[in-house]
Nanobody, 123 residues
Framework: EVQLVESGGGLVQSGGSLRLSCAAS????????IGWFRQAPGREREAVAC????????YYVDDVRGRFSMSRDNAKNTVSLQMNSLKPEETGVYYC????????????????WGQGTQVTVSS
């Protein structure tokens, strides 16, 4: 069974940092690109970043480029998202998902999601 388990969320002040992790099991990890998406209250899930199967290439939406950094460890089947200089509008539930499409920011191209981890950025 494919499983993705996010962790690392929490409450942080504006300008602070958090590091999210996603642990994967039940599939061949390095055959999939991994993405991080965010869902704010009352809004649709939106892309934040994604990383290629090898980890060589990472992609970021404009709002987070330069502040967020995504990495993966294919030996440990884990992905991380380092988030710096967080803003209150980045509050939401953060999900990791898997896709066959490198660089995808389209939710419908993702096959499986974790349960999410809550990030709250206070002003």
């Amino acid at each position: 069974e494919v499983q993705l388990v996010e962790s690392g969320g929490g409450l942080v002040q504006s300008g602070g940092s958090l590091r999210l992790s996603c642990a994967a099991s039940g599939f061949t990890f390095d055959e999939y690109n991994i993405g991080w998406f965010r869902q704010a209250p009352g809004r649709e899930r939106e892309a934040v970043a994604c990383i290629s199967r090898s980890g060589e290439y990472s992609y970021y939406v404009d709002d987070v480029r330069g502040r967020f950094s995504m990495s993966r460890d294919n030996a440990k089947n884990t992905v991380s998202l380092q988030m710096n200089s967080l803003k209150p509008e980045e509050t939401g539930v953060y999900y990791c998902g898997i896709t066959r499409v490198e660089g995808s920011f389209y939710e419908h191209e993702y096959k499986k999601w974790g349960q999410g981890t809550q990030v709250t950025v206070s002003s």
